[in-house]
């Protein structure tokens, strides 16, 4: 009587490289209420030394008569103890010729010294069944980034397809893993086995046969396709089975799964997938969903991109190859975009493309990581986690660095205030003391007043200074830019100045080739500037010395040009070492003996000039004196005299 059969066809023993002997096999098989078994231990070829290894490691039938005497004694005990038929069989493989084919229904051994059509002519002799074993790569190799399996995988059949279309009898389309493989898209009879080696390979694919329980009909009914597939995972159903009746964690397909002690869990993101290849994005699916990920599934770019819209996943997971909008293109869209989330949202790169320059361009779009297929699942888990991470990190800290930047800001604004609160009394200080200088005092007296006056200049410069350098790092300063009267401006300088100068007995010489020039400048700035650098020639020249101011413009013809203010004194001078040096912050000159300061002044004079699209300029000798000048781009209409000037020196 017909029935559906449960059956299967392809199982190893300790005869070859099975860890189950043969006893085990039946009672596994008969007690999971198998129809029929059919034991199918490798027998290798000699031909090679890989194949003689095999044999020495005894994953090769030593001695196949005494095989087929044990299937023999089993098959009787089998059919009266669970009623299940065993059918003896072997898997002959050549490493040179490159096949594996499973003789079903053996009576005797098979030469597999010889070419895969010799074998399946043997094994129709013996009235048995050719199946090809497990013949194209399994899905599975590439997934785990297994590439010695790639390599050893025999593909002579597979390859040659076409050629053996009507000398083999079925292919094997379910090795444990991959049953929805390119088998059945051919229309080639099929047929799913276990590959059994260990007892946890009884969780996977098998046939169901509608036929007699007996071997011939068993036979007669696979070439005739009266094949249906059955997932057999009685055993995870059992044990997983809740309350509810629903079964719960059980794979969607028999896909390979990470353990869950393999990595560390960074749950709750949510990940889209996008791939065009539907099984690898299921099967990440799965596996990103067992680690409590929410996940989105994408199969081309447009979709991918319309879910990214709508979704903002926190992580792409992104195919190169796809069709309509590729990942490259994604990818750049993602990445251009305007919306905060997006632009955070990490990206990991899969394609099967290995070129470094694909890498590099891919992490230079943008994409945060890159995996190469075939890739191991559990490194992309992992590679997953790590960008979570990573993307959790970075936005901390950004949140921090917000944070930080309020708080600072509120501190600036208090640091600024008091500093401003504190410079009106010290310039009144030193105000009255000039005042009570000019009355005339006695020489003690007149000694502490200028201490006092000095100091209160002092420290009304470096308030000055430190919140104008605050100024310049907040970029305010382009805001008050505005025309100035330069020759007015270097006047006030000297104004200033002008105690201290008589004070020391230094004579101050002003020079202005120009009537009235007026330059685009911020004028507090320049006018600190200014005083910095005439101060400087009066604090650094000794008494009675002599300082000389000028103000002196080149022109071209086109009527821009260089506007040169300088300030040369017969002071103490700078030696040469320390030319290139006075101009970085906080540094002060070897020449410096008692005069006061912070070797802040020339710095900022430098990025006042900078600023201004100017530069500081400075010749000096020691013991002779120094001449800085500021030159600043001007444009104006001047005449030829300065036109011709300028045209020799710009
Ligand atoms: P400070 O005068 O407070 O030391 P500056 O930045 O203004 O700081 O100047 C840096 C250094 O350049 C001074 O310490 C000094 O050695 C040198 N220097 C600046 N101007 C002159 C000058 N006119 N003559 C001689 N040395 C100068």
């Known amino acids: 009587m017909k029935k559906w059969l449960l059956v299967d066809l392809h199982i190893h023993s300790t005869f070859s490289d099975g860890s189950v002997p043969a006893e085990e096999i039946v009672k596994i098989y008969g007690e999971a209420g198998f129809d029929a078994i059919d034991i199918t231990d490798h027998h290798f070829d000699t031909q090679s030394p890989r194949s003689l290894e095999i044999h020495e490691e005894g994953k090769s039938v030593k001695n196949t008569e005494t095989y087929f005497k044990k299937i023999d004694e089993i098959t009787h005990w089998a059919r009266e103890t669970y009623d299940l038929l065993v059918i003896p069989g072997l898997e002959i493989c050549n490493l040179l010729e490159d096949y594996h084919i499973l003789g079903i229904d053996l009576k005797e051994a098979i030469n597999p010294n010889q070419n895969a059509e010799g074998v399946i002519e043997e094994i129709h002799r013996q009235g048995g069944l050719a199946i090809a074993s497990h013949p194209p790569l399994k899905l599975s190799y590439f997934l785990n980034g297994d590439n010695e399996s790639i390599h050893r995988h025999p593909l002579h059949l597979w390859k040659r397809r076409e050629r053996y279309a009507d000398k083999i009898d079925a292919w094997e389309i379910a090795n444990r893993e991959d049953l929805f493989g390119d088998v059945g898209l051919e229309r080639f009879p099929y047929i799913a086995n276990s590959d059994f080696h260990k007892p946890h390979h009884m969780t996977s694919w098998k046939s169901m046969i509608y036929a007699e329980k007996e071997k011939e009909a068993i036979k007669k009914s696979i070439v005739e396709k009266k094949v249906a597939l059955f997932f057999f995972n009685e055993v995870k159903e059992k044990r997983d089975l809740p309350q509810n009746g629903q079964p719960k964690d059980i794979p969607p397909k028999d896909i390979p799964i990470v353990q869950e002690d393999d990595m560390k869990v960074t749950a709750g993101a949510k990940i889209l997938i996008v791939d065009d290849e539907k099984d690898l994005v299921e099967m990440l699916a799965y596996n990103l969903e067992r680690k409590g990920h929410k996940t989105i599934k994408a199969y081309d770019g447009f979709e991918a991109w319309e879910k990214i819209e709508s979704e903002m996943p926190d992580l792409l997971i992104l195919d190169l190859m796809m069709p309509n909008l590729d990942g490259w293109e994604l990818c750049r869209l993602v990445r251009r975009s305007q919306s905060k989330a997006m632009k955070e949202m990490g990206i990991l790169m899969l394609t099967a493309r290995a070129m470094p320059e694909d890498r590099v361009y891919g992490l230079e779009i943008g994409a945060d990581d890159y995996l190469t297929k075939p890739f191991s699942l559990n490194e992309l888990i992992l590679r997953v986690e790590k960008l979570m991470e990573k993307r959790k990190t970075i936005s901390q800290l950004a949140e921090k660095v917000e944070s930080l930047h309020s708080s600072m800001e509120t501190k600036e604004s208090n640091l600024r205030r008091i500093a401003h609160d504190l410079k009106s009394p010290l310039i009144s200080i030193g105000f009255s003391a000039r005042r009570m ?69 230094t004579e101050i010489e002003f020079k202005a080739s120009l009537p009235i020039l007026k330059i685009s400048c911020h004028e507090s700035l320049m006018y600190r500037g200014l005083v910095n650098l005439l101060s400087n020639a009066l604090k650094y020249t000794p008494k009675g010395g002599k300082v000389e101011v000028g103000v002196i413009a080149y022109f071209n013809k086109r009527g821009s040009g260089v506007l040169e203010i300088s300030f040369k004194d017969n002071g103490i001078g700078i030696c040469e070492e320390d030319l290139e040096k006075i101009f970085e912050p906080y540094y002060r000159g070897k020449n410096v003996s008692t005069e006061e300061g912070k070797g802040l002044g020339l710095s900022f004079v430098k990025q006042v000039a900078d600023l201004h699209g100017g530069r500081i300029l400075v010749q000096s000798e020691p013991n002779k004196g120094s001449r800085f000048s500021i030159l600043l781009p001007v444009k104006g209409n001047f005449k030829a005299e300065e036109t011709e000037r300028a045209h020799e020196v710009i």
Do not use: C, P
């Not at 410069?461 to 310049?472: A, K, S, V």
């Not at 305010?476 to 008589?502: C, G, R």
């Open 437 to 505: 200088l000019r009355k005339g005092q006695n020489e003690e007296a007149s000694g502490a007043l200028k201490t006092i006056y000095d100091s209160s200049l002092n420290l009304t410069r470096w308030i000055d200074e430190t919140l104008f350098f605050h100024d310049l790092t907040q970029s305010k300063w382009q805001e008050q830019m505005k025309e100035v009267d330069v020759k007015s401006l270097v006047q006030q300088t000297i104004d200033l100045l002008k105690e201290s100068a008589s004070e020391k007995n």
